[in-house]
């Protein structure tokens, strides 16, 4: 059990090298990692559902959990859909979860099969972080001076299905990534 878990554990670790790679067209060099932008997409998630009366621990929680497969098919770009079928993600979750103890295996499962068929209103606000987290990413990177990110902004922004996540993405638009400062 203990081992099984750490073996899991060292696997998750490398969503913190596995790099974003559809930002490398954009001509991002060094883009972020999926573990920052799962974070991200987390915390995201979280305010995102507390406003649209849902439970913001669940949403954060699947959050968590809805890039973990990429540590077995890293992070592919639109650009392959032509060429490779889009891996199942509870697929890849049993495979990875197959070792773990009962309780930790089902934990992570179920919180991918809601993630993945977005039956819940914590799965929704999950989805629109995630969505919400690489448009706002997209603005930061042209901020600093990326300018083919225009396509990254406008598939987030028809993808968001919240109140909530579309007038946030709105607001995102009109401020500069440096606004925050001094909030």
């Not at 959990?65 to 509870?90: F, I, S, V």
């Amino acid at each position: 059990m203990s081992e099984a878990l750490a073996s899991f554990g060292y696997e998750l670790g490398l969503l913190k090298r596995i790099r974003r790679s559809g930002w490398w067209h954009a001509g991002v060099r060094d883009p972020e990692s999926v573990g920052e932008h799962s974070l991200r997409a987390a915390q995201l998630a979280a305010l995102l559902a507390v406003e649209e009366g849902a439970s913001p621990e669940r949403a954060a929680f699947l959050a968590l959990w809805h890039d973990t497969q990429e540590t077995r098919t890293g992070d592919l770009p639109l650009t392959a859909n032509d060429y490779l079928r889009k891996p199942e993600a509870r697929q890849i979750t049993a495979d990875q979860t197959a070792s773990l103890p009962p309780r930790s295996r089902d934990l992570v499962r179920e919180a991918v099969d809601e993630y993945e068929t977005r039956e819940s209103a914590e799965a929704w606000c999950a989805k629109d972080a995630d969505k919400l987290e690489m448009l706002l990413q997209a603005l930061e990177y042209r901020d600093v001076g990326v300018r083919p990110v225009g396509e990254w902004i406008e598939s987030a922004r028809k993808g968001l299905k919240t109140e909530t996540a579309r007038k946030v993405a709105e607001a995102a638009m009109t401020l500069s990534p440096l606004a925050w400062r001094g909030r």
